[in-house]
């Protein structure tokens, strides 16, 4: 069973972050975030206007569940990332 750290930080009106949750996860599975955010909304947490994450499909899964109303950005940085390791993968040493 491979291991995950889960973490959530939100963004107030005014851009200040506040880490809110930091979950032991199996492999990002739809289950575990499932389960982080039961907890915050069971905190008391209302849905947020809008989720940016990587590309871990659990996570966008479970979003949908928990919160449906909540609009879903990919993070830039990943989203990036991914494209040029893409690229490195089709022209190896050109990039």
Request: glycine content about 10%; overall charge neutral; some cysteine.
């Amino acid at each position: 069973m491979k291991l995950c750290a889960l973490v959530v930080i939100g963004v107030n009106e005014r851009g200040e972050k506040h880490f809110l949750a930091i979950e032991d996860g199996t492999r990002e599975s739809t289950q575990s975030w499932r389960e982080v955010l039961l907890k915050l909304k069971s905190r008391g947490m209302n849905g947020p206007e809008l989720a940016i994450g990587d590309g871990a499909m659990g996570f966008w899964a479970a979003l949908e569940e928990v919160f449906p109303e909540t609009r879903q950005q990919r993070c830039w940085m990943h989203k990036t990332m991914n494209g040029a390791q893409l690229l490195a993968q089709i022209r190896p040493g050109e990039s």
